[in-house]
Each structure stands twice: as structure tokens, then as C-alpha cells.
């Protein structure tokens, strides 16, 4: 039953943020430099025709206060009314649908990438043979954080379509067009990643349950997949949704890259002709995607570690060190970030 | 048992040895002195670019337009004619420049905002633990770039931009190393001595919290200078014909199939750029530590 | 190595089993930084162990005997080599194997019960699960009996309600309990040899003996041959036939337990049993007895009443706000006459702790008073300690207790800071005079905590706290961190210090032997209660309750009465 309450209590929060980022961005873009959509709308420069310019005007009601155009746009949101693009004029849902169904194969392909390239830099990084290897999957990270994904994208597609030709930089050749810049991503984003499964698995692999896996007999492999990965990993599950939504903002970069038309491109465009109901859509949908995913990690937090008592649960056993283990969990990448020599934080994936 | 007090042992004798600091340069691997001399280049190029410049960023050459990297041209030159190698050592100054700036005003405000929370608690906790929570539902970029629609584009505009979203990350690191310090035994044995709530604060939990997260700001640095390359190869940065990192890469695009160098180069030199710093930042942490 | 006894050569004869351990001229060393060649850390070491047997490996932190129990097992570190000598493991020669080379005899010859049973199990998984791996190591057991097979372990080991706590997860079960697990995965594929190293060092004393009288009871049962790693001297006389005492990686002496421990033939034993408590419970009795003579006769000539300089009165304190939770303190009193040494005694949960803090004004308490020099506490304490020149708390772990970026002058000087004497030359004439005091070099005042010694960072934690000259010290296990050696260098510093200062001394402790060397005065706590309060001799030689007596029946003794003390005198 409390599990319960805590699924509701922790849906809730997630429920506030998404309308507290709302908030804050349509403040932002709609109210503090003027009134950029009346700007907009009524420049001379502006594509759309009179008359779809007058009836914009007329629908975001720009003669209202700012706080009467903010509950008329929420009622409409309600309604599942996004609004219009100031510059094409068409429907921001449909304009959004389009863009994110496209980006969130490439979103998935790269996530898929990501853990791949993370699993097997930080395996790499702590069990190959040669300390010379393993030093050098150990400075991965770091690389992969100072390359900016528009340079990994352009060498990529320097070495993969116009040097080997093996892809096309223009034609659309369904999946095979998803890989360089879904790779350009998973490049650009696992650093903060790898860094966290790296000192997840150092500190597992030097955990004494490892001296007594191995008196008993337990095999090397089995150790370090079953024993170690396993243990080593955990911490790093509260970095997915980071990862996620950098994967969806890199897209910004990516797609101008790769000349691809999903969200981010349109969010490049969105950004550059400041089409503001646009860009609060954008950014709702991100971070509803973060702000989801987060919430999942955090309900399943508890059944891939034992040690965390759900609420409903919580004996009289230790419970202070139940807490401190979650803690410990949810604040996880900040602290490593903290230790030195190490991690970088979640702003550090931003990259 | 007998394995720790060798590191212990270690520790003592490393440390008590006089000279530690020519010992140190010593101990310095090639990468070290890579990124020393990387860093001091670009601080060299940022005070005085003109000294390193081999000709004038914003004079076109018609006769020389887009030639590949060569003896008299190491980083070849673009669409107009212009040197790459003297245009990125121009647009030093502006990249490093508003790093200077977004670094400043994160670290700034989100060191303020992260002690104020664990100082405080209670519903001012709340408050800006809640703020963080949202700021940081939104990925960096993304922020930046909401920020530099209100703001307006520009080199300055984007530089505070990319400050503002970095808020978020030095306050809770803030935050929470000052949690965590402030539970640490060494805290309460200074006011068991006597140690008023101020002079703690100010002795102990300050200085042994922002370690921490002066370790983040070497990192949030070059962070900063990616995202504000990012926003100016998106074209809301620096305006041409200035030269910016971001920017020469942007310009470069249209000529990546035949002149690849035009992107590859100036993103290179910001990775370069980059990675010595967080060594740079590793190695003095690693001095500290010692 | 001469000990073999001749039970043993003749059980040998009769079974023709080759011994379970040989170890002959062993040399051990670490490969550190970039260097090729280790580092001996280990050198020469040989000795065997029996079936049936237990062989003691004694010796303080740095003696290598946890680097021998390591490279018998082949559990050594990856910077660990074996440079010389052999090591005959059930007849198998296994020096220098790889851990390929070792597998097959994982389990079946050889298994390993380590120090701390809290992190040595997977938290992931369920323990049934993880002795069933061990089960099957041998490859003996059906799949279809191991289930069945780990039950009947675990119920070996004495864990109550077996089949249903093969699901529990680590988590879920206590140091005692989980210690036990460990054994059954150790002893699951029925090996000849248990490596035991200080199996028992993170348990409170009577979980200690229950845990060893069960391997004692192994051993005899399945035939094993233990090596048992320890630090306790005590301990290794109750519990082994031969020892081998270890200083700096080489043997110094062994024997037969007997002979090593009543007729010591090197300086180092001798000394580790005069520094030891138990060994030596007589030590510091004519300075406590002096001591205490000369406070009655000061007293008596003084108008000043013999009034208590800390008085704890029916003080109550729970942590939480859920009324259900039990009392960490439950109406707790003592009286810590001035210039005595009052022991507070307990295992860990009893409250011991708990009551330290409150003292020292730490934590807030509940219910009743507590006195310090006459004034009464606050219940609710305010963040600066108002009370900081009377009553001094000296942490168990001084590295903790200090600010990591000090050093070690900073951390002297820091009370004088914070109560104001400004002036830079009287700060360091006050410090130069406690160095002294506690016995520091001046050199050591340019370190920080974590670059000196142990026994040298309980010395500036004392040298913080005396600074400013308290007539009250509350020492939170002072001692327990630290090598026998280093503990009875520290508590003859304790007793100079009384004498010098006329400090008295709130002294918590789960040693029993140090207690009894040194306390005027002892309450014993169990679950929050006081069960037995009183003069030293009187609570410890004929304790009241119960619960005390189980505790003093628990500790590991010397057959002080074989032991000659005068022996040792010359030493000390």
C-alpha cells in the first residue's frame, strides 16, 4: 500500500516539473522580451500571408496580460490545442508529431549505441589485459566529452560517405542512413556514461564479495558479467534519462550535420526565425521524455537493488542505511562528480 | 592489511620530501606537457593574437582561395581566400572569452543558490531544490537555446545563456557537498572546540565543499566553450565576419566534401582546446591531492 | 618447521593424507608503480597446518600476515607475486599458480572465510543462490539435491529457519549471521583446509565466540585444518594449537601455542604480551592504585566534596519520532568521580555510544539531566559547544575528526583560534608546550592528519582537545584502531596526562582487557539500560547481572595465573 502511495507521490512531482517547466519557458519566451510573436507576426519580413498573420494575431489574444494569455494557453493545451507556428502557420502538433517520430529512431538507435559504446569502453577500461588498454579506455571519457559532436559528425561523414562512400550524405537509404548520426550521438554522449560504469565497476571489482566469489571457485568471466557488471552498473541507471535527453537535444546538432529534417532540425529553425510556440512545444516534449524516463528508473530502482527497501516494506532492520542507500543512489552522478579525478556531472553531458 | 599501510607508508614519504614541486615537473607525461603547452598557446592567443597570427583574419586573398594546409598555410585557407590558422587564432579571444562569462555567472550564482540551500534547509531548500529540479529537466543546449531566443543572438547573449543553464549543475553540486560535508565528523568536532555556526562555515564546510566544485567548474569551462561554439555553428552566436570557433566551423560547411580541413580543423582546436584543460584541472587536483 | 605435534605425525602415518597446508620458506612481495621487481613483504615464512589443527598467524597491522593467509588461498592482489618457497595446499604445490591453475581446487581443498562478512557477499543476490554456486564447485551434488544440500548448510552452520532464509538477501541478515553463511559457502564443497582471516574482528565479542566455537566445532568434526590470521594474542591462545608470530613479514616465533605464549622466547613477543591487555591485566595497578590513594587522602584534607564532575541522571533518549522504535538510552545514570577513569562498557547498539554523546553535548537526550562541573546541560544543545573548556570529546577515528586540508599545527591551534587568542606567538608557545605534552616531534606539525602515523594522529586529537585545558575528556574507543603496541604507548600517555592535569576520564570501550587494566570505575550497558555500575575490580571479578557475566565469559583470556607477570615488567 505505501509502495503505492509512493508511486502516486512520486508521479505527482513528476507531474509538477513538466508544469513548472511550462511555466518557466512560456514566461521566458512569451513575456520577457516584449511581445515577440506580435513582433514577429506584424514584420514585414514575415512569409506568412495578411491574412493567416491576422488570424494568429487574433488567436493568441496578445491584448490580454500576460497571465490571462498563459491560462488561455494552458486551457487549450488541456484541450491538446499546441498552437500554430508563426512562420508556416501550421499546427505545432502536427508539425512536433512529425519531426519526433523520425527523431526518436534516431534517439533509439543512438541510446542503443550508447550503451553498447559505454559497456565496452568501461569493460574494457577495467578488465583488458595491458595497462597501457586499459589507461587509454580510461581517458575515453574525457575525449568524449571535449569532442564537439558537429566535428565527430563531419569527420565521420568525411571518412564514411565522401572518402569510402559507404553511405550517402543525401539519399535516404532507410536504416542505413540512421547509423552515422546516430553513432555522431552516442559518440558525442556516453562520456558522463562510461565514466560512471567505469568507477562502478573499479569499485565492484575491488569489493571483498569479489576475494570470496573467487575462493569459491566462481570463474573469472562469470565474476565480472554476473558479479561485478551487475553491481557496478546500478549507479549508473540514474544517468539514462540524462542520457536520453541529451541524445534528443543533440539531435539540434546532429540532424544540422547530417542534413536531416526531424525535431532537431526543426528546433534549429524554430530557434533561428523564433517561432516560439514551437520552441515550448520542443522543449515540453524533451523534458516530458526526461522527466518520464527518470520516473521509471526511479520505481525500478528498488527491484534491481535489494538493498533498497520500498517503502511498504521498510523492517525495522537498518533502516537508516535503506535511506541512505537511496540517497545515496539519486545523487548519485553529482557526487561522483565531486570525487576527484573523476566523473564529470550531468551538465558535462551536455556536450 | 599489510597492503594498505604500503600505500600509507607511500603517502608519508611522497609528501615529506622537500621539492615537491620540481619532482612533480619530473613526473610529467607527454600528454601533461601537451596540454600545458596547448593551453599556453591559447592564452597566448587570446592576449595577443597578432604576435602568433601569420596574416590578417580578415584580409581575403582571391588568387588563394580554399588551398589546402601547407607550409605557408598550416591550416589552409577558406571560400575567401583568408588564413584559417590566423582566423582561429583571432577568434581565440571571443570563444575563451564567453566561456570566461557562462563559467562566471554559473559558478557564481549556483555556488550562492547551492549554499544558500544546504544552509538554510527547510522550505528555502525546497524551494531552489525544486528550481534545480526543473532547470535540469531541460538538457543544456536546449536551455541555452530558449535563453538566446529572449535574449537575443550574439556572442554575449549566448555566452550568458549558456551561464544561466549551467546554474543548475553548480548548484546542486553545491548543494550537495555542503550536505555532505556539513554531516562529516570534522564538522562537529569544530563546534564541540567552540566553533560558532559562521566560523565553521566559513572555515571548514566552505573550503572543503568547493573543491569540489572548483574540480567542475575546469570541466564546466570547457563545456561552455562546446556549447557556445555549438550556438554559433547554429548561427545564433557570434555574427560573421568576426571570427569565431563555432562560426569558421559553420562557415566551413557548405566546402566539407572538397575542403574537409575548413570544419575538421577549427573543431579539432576546440577539442584540443578542451581536453588540456580538464588535464590541466586533473593535474593540479592530483597536486592538491598529494 | 618444528611444531608438528606427534598426535599429529601419527594421525599422518595412519591416514597417509598429505597435511592440509605446508608452507615452507615462503617469500611474498608487491609489484608497485612502474617497478618489475616486487618488493619482499613477505620473507622466509614456514609452517604447517594439521588436520584438525589450528594454526594462529599473529601479528599487528604490517606483519604480513594477511599477505600469507592470501597467498596460500591464491588470492593475493594482482600486484601480489609469490617470489620463492613452496606451498603444499592438500598435497597440490600451488605457490606461483594462476588463478586458471587454482580453480579446480577452489572449494574441494581449500575455502576461505574473510574479515569483513558485512561487504563479502553479493548484495544482489539471494544467499541461498550463493552457496549454491559453492555447492556446485564440486560438481558432486545433483542439481536436483542442491537446494535440499544448502538447507542442510546452512541448519550446519546455525541458521535458525534454514529454508526459509536461504531467500533472504545480505542486507537482510546480521554480522553474526552472515559470517555464518560464509562458512557454509567455505566448508560448502568440503575442503580440507579453512582460512579463516580475522573472521571475527568486526563482531561484538560474544557473536566472536559463538562464531568460533562453531569453526572449532567444524574442525573437529569434518577434520579441518585452520589457519586463523588474528591480531589478538588472546585469541590465538584459546583457539590454536601452534602460532606464528609475525613482525615486518618475518617469523619471530613459533611453536606450539603453550610454549609461544607462557615460555616467549623473542623480545617481540614479549613485548606484544606486555603491551597486550589481557595478557598483562596488572600493568598500569600500582598507578591506578597509587593514583586513587593519593586523590582519597587530597580529598580528605579538602573541604571540596568528592561530588561528581559528570553526573548522569535517568537520562532517556530515541532517535526518530516513532514511539515504537526502542529507547537508545532507557533512564541511564552514572557518576564520573573527578580524577578517575570511568569505563563505559557495551556491544555495539547498546547505547554506549549514544550516552558518550550526550556528555559531550552532542546529541539531545529526552528525558533526566546530565551535570558536567556543576553546570546542568541543555537538552536541545546550542551548535557551538558552550562547554568546550570543561569536557572534551576524543573521537574513535581522529583522521575523521579533523579537517582533511589542516595541518597538524592548524588543527592544535584551531581551539585557540576559535577562543580568541589572537596574538600568533602565543598560539605557538602553546602549542609547542602541548607537543610536548603528548609527545609529538615539531616535525610533524607541517603534515596533515593523514600523513602521520595512527598511534602519532591520536596524539594530535589529544593535543587539539587539551589545548584548552578541559578537566573532563569523554574517549570514544580511543584506542581500537590501533596496534597493541601504539594503544598501550597511548593509554600511558592517557595516564601521564591525568596525573599532569587532573583530568578525569570518561573512557568507552568494548575491550574488556583494557578496561580492566586501567578503570577505576565501570557501568556496563546493554540495550540502553545500566545492568551493572561499580568499582572496576567489583563489577568485573564478580559481576551482578547476567548479561555482564556473559560478556566477561565471552572475552578471550589468558591463563593469567601461568603467565609470570615479572617477566614482562622489565619491558613495559
Redesign the interface.
Known sequence: MQYRNHVIRRVAQALLVIALVYTLVFFTLFVLPGDPIENKLTSPINPLPQSAAEALLAYYNFDLAPLQQFGLTVSRLLQGDLGYSLVSGRSVGELVAQGFSDTIVLAAVAFVFTIALSLAIALTAVYAPGVAVRSFAGSMPIASISAPSFLIGFVLLAIFSFQLGWVSSVRDQGFVSYILPALTLALAVNGPLTQVLIQGLRKAADAPFVTVLRAKGTSERRIALGHVLKNGAIPSITMLALIVGELLAGAVIVEAVFTRTGLGFMTFESVRDQDTPMILAIVILISSVYVGINLVTDLIYPILDPRIVRPARASGRRPRAANQRIERASTAPATAAATPGESPTKASVDA | ??????Q?R???SS??EPGAIGRLVARLGVADVLAIVVVGLVLLSVVAPGVLAPFDPLEPDDANALAAPSAAHWFGTDSLGRDLLSRVIHGTGRTLLGSVVAVFIGLGVGTILGLVAATFGGIVDAVIS?IV??L???????LA????????FGTLNSAIAVGI??I???T??MR??VL?VKD???V??????????A??LA??IF??SY??VL??TA??F??AM??I??LS????GAPPPDPEW?LL?SEGRQY??SS?WL??VP??V??AT??SI??LS?LT??RT?A | MTHPSQQQNALRAVTDQPLPLVVERLDVGYRSGGSKRPTGTVRDVSFQVGRGETVSLVGQSGSGKSTIARAVAGLLPANGVVTGGRVSVAGHEVAGFSRKLWRPLRGTTLGFVPQDPLSSLDPLQRVGVQIAQAVQVAGETPRSEVPARVVELLEHVGIRQAATRVRAYPHELSGGQLQRVLIAIAIAAGPKLLIADEPTSALDVTVQRRILDLLDGLREELGLGILFITHDLALAQERSDAIVVLQDGDVRESGAAEDVLLTPKHPYTIRLLSDSPASSPLRYRERIRSAAEHLRTEQRGETTSTAAVVEVAQVSKRYGRDTQSPLALDGASLALRPRSIHALVGESGSGKSTLARIVAGLTSFDEGAVTVAGRGLPRENPVANPFARDLQLVYQNPLSAVDPRFTVRQIIEEPLRIHGVRSAAERRRRVATILDQVALPTSALGRRAREVSGGQRQRVALARTLILAPSVLVLDEPTSALDVSVQAQIVELLLDLRDEHALSYLFISHDLGLIRQIADEVTVLSSGRVVESGPASAALDHPQHEYTRELLDAVPRFDVARLDPSRFEAVG
Open positions: 592489511m599489510s597492503i594498505r599501510l604500503q600509507d607511500d603517502i608519508i609528501s615529506a525544486r529540479d526543473v535540469l529537466s531541460i538538457p543544456g543546449l536546449l537555446m530558449v535563453v538566446v531566443v529572449a535574449l537575443g543553464s549551467s543548475a549543475a553548480f546542486r553540486i550537495s557537498e555532505t562529516l565528523p570534522f562537529e568536532a569544530s563546534h564541540h572546540l567552540g566553533g560558532s555556526r566560523y565553521v572555515r571548514h573550503p572543503n573543491s569540489a574540480s567542475l570541466l564546466q570547457g563545456l562546446i556549447w561554439s555549438s555553428f547554429l548561427g545564433y563555432g566551423v566539407v566534401v574537409p570544419v575538421v573543431g579539432l576546440i577539442a578542451v581536453l580538464s588535464r586533473q587536483r592530483e591531492a
